[in-house]
């Protein structure tokens, strides 16, 4: 049995279960009110939110932790087993969110829900650099990244619809079954990857590996192991400082809006579960599009004889450049509609530069140390997203003044570029350093 196309059913399923891990990860952003309330009654709605604070912190440093550690089992494991061990332990935490009852149990749950999501962005950037060529990359991480935009926009009024009818444990045990499910298409159709996958036309399959050009390294025309050193190999790099910084700076702008969407609604505008639901998947719409945005740009540019040099800094550089008026103009966006308006702005440009951002490493690295590095990346993303998203908002936001996040965000989005500009040096397959003369 052949199926056409198969790399597409692959990045898809990969899509799919971001839309789930968006799921899963929003559901607590939007149930916190209510299921604080009735956890926490004596407490005020900051001291409540402080407690949502902190739980999100455990969840992002659990988050980071995870980055490290599934980047080594990806490339350990493989892409397949990879994603079962991720999406089967992140549902089951989900499910177990009914049977908390304090912080404690909240944060513990929260942590093995962060560990294993985790395995989401180094496996969907392992997956991509296996199954796609080089100027077909930038449109499948797109791909991938709007299953995130969509999963935020599916969420928000899912979970607020949800909410009239069920209890905050019953929405809990529910997504985390969707999880569940996903398990089944993804073990019948990704078997193996592209080199000994048996549904693969030869065609397709010379296609895929004739046009890793990270993998020809000797330039003699033919797919090779690539440039694959070992962790410290990597590290050694400035290339991968370049993206390791690059991460830890953008990433924190799309967690901004993730975790504290629902509360700035509620904050600034008084708005109620509907109110949230009616309102806070908008930003999601402009993400979505941003992540196809992206993707189709560095293809069209790549397909017209540019360098991926040129391609990748286009896009990145275009992305934070939309990012940093429209994160300054959230100081006084003046009404609900033309808030979640600029939002809509914000997660556009970011998603249209982060999609090139995470093809960083295979455009650098063979396939042997994507996952790893990939993993690092994702590991200072999240330690920057706790630092300004569950650790600086809560204080920067007391009374509901959100002016001080959206300038460091403008700020962030400056050293993002910087970061690529300065150390990334031309983005381009890299060989090993010549051995120091005797």
């Given amino acids: 049995m052949k199926l056409k196309g198969l790399r597409w059913w692959v990045v898809g399923l990969v899509a799919l279960a971001t839309v789930i891990n968006y799921i899963d990860r929003q559901s607590l952003n939007v149930l916190w009110p209510t299921a604080f309330e009735e956890l926490f009654p004596e407490m005020t709605f900051d001291e409540r939110k402080a407690v949502y604070g902190t739980v999100s912190l455990v969840f992002i440093l659990a988050y980071a932790f995870g980055q490290a550690i599934f980047g080594k089992i990806f490339d350990w494991i493989g892409t397949r087993m990879g994603f079962v061990l991720s999406i089967g332990v992140w549902s089951l935490a989900t499910a177990a969110h009914a049977f908390a009852r304090g912080l404690v149990s909240f944060s513990i749950f929260r942590g093995l829900l962060g560990v294993a999501e985790a395995g989401n962005w180094p496996g969907a950037t392992k997956a991509n650099a296996e199954w796609f060529p080089t100027k077909e990359r930038a449109l499948a991480q797109g791909i991938f990244n709007s299953g995130a935009a969509i999963g935020g926009i599916i969420s928000i009024p899912l979970i607020g619809f949800l909410a009239v009818f069920m209890s905050w444990q019953m929405i809990f045990v529910l997504i985390g079954l969707i999880g569940l499910l996903w398990l089944v298409p993804w073990l019948m159709i990704v078997k193996g990857p592209p080199s000994s996958h048996s549904w693969l036309s030869a065609e397709e399959k010379d296609y895929i590996l004739s046009g890793q050009q990270n993998q020809d390294i000797d330039g ?51 708005m109620d579960v509907k109110g949230i639901a009616i309102y806070g998947w908008v930003p999601y719409v402009g993400a979505m599009i941003g992540a196809w945005f992206g993707g189709l740009l560095a293809q069209n540019r790549l397909s017209a004889g540019w360098s991926v040099n040129a391609t990748r800094k286009l896009t990145i550089t275009l992305g934070c450049l939309i990012m940093l008026p429209a994160l300054l103009a959230m100081a006084n966006p003046g009404s609900p509609t033309v808030a979640v308006l600029i939002m809509a702005v914000i997660l556009f440009g970011f998603q249209t530069a982060i999609g090139n951002v995470q093809t960083l490493p295979s455009d650098f690295f063979g396939g042997k140390s994507v996952g790893t590095l990939a993993g690092f990346a994702g590991m200072a993303a999240k330690l920057g997203a706790a630092g300004l998203s569950t650790y600086l908002i809560p204080w920067l936001t007391t009374g509901g003044n959100y002016t001080p996040a959206f300038v460091v965000g403008a700020a962030l989005a400056v050293i993002a570029m910087a970061a690529v500009w300065l150390l990334c040096g031309r983005i381009e397959p890299l060989k090993p350093k010549p051995a120091l003369a005797a």
Avoid: C
Wanted: net charge negative; hydrophobic share 45%.
């Fill in 220 to 270: 003699d025309g033919t797919p090779d192991e690539g440039y694959n050193p070992g962790t410290w190999g990597i590290l050694a790099r400035k290339e991968s400082w370049g993206i390791i910084i690059a991460s830890a700076a953008i990433d924190p702008i799309w967690w901004l809006f993730v975790f504290w969407i629902p509360s700035y609604l509620i904050e600034v505008y008084q």
